[in-house]
């Protein structure tokens, strides 16, 4: 069971490219994968403890909203298995 799924969305892959450098320094998170839904909007996907996942989305935002816009941002600790049903088919939450 992952511990804690961190999802950031955004406007434009420059944009989510900084959130996502900044996420991955910032705290001791994995990089899962990202999905661009459309419409410009592109989203991330990390996991790592609770409190690394908050730590690398909050430096994510801080980021991105430097350069960009941020439409979503979500922690969502101990995310049960069925979660991946809903999820992009190359996000592997093994």
Not at 9 to 24: H, P, Y
Not at 39 to 52: C, E, L, M
Not at 74 to 86: L, S
């Amino acid at each position: 069971m992952m511990q804690a799924l961190g999802i950031l969305e955004g406007k434009g892959f420059v944009t989510l490219f900084e959130a996502t450098d900044a996420m991955m320094k910032a705290a001791n998170v994995k990089f899962l994968g990202w999905d661009k839904p459309g419409s410009g909007i592109v989203t991330v996907y990390v996991t790592g403890d609770v409190a690394a996942v908050k730590a690398a989305t909050d430096a994510g935002v801080a980021a991105a909203n430097r350069i960009g816009e941020i439409s979503g941002v979500q922690v969502i600790p101990r995310p049960n298995a069925d979660i991946a049903k809903v999820l992009p088919a190359n996000i592997n939450l093994d």
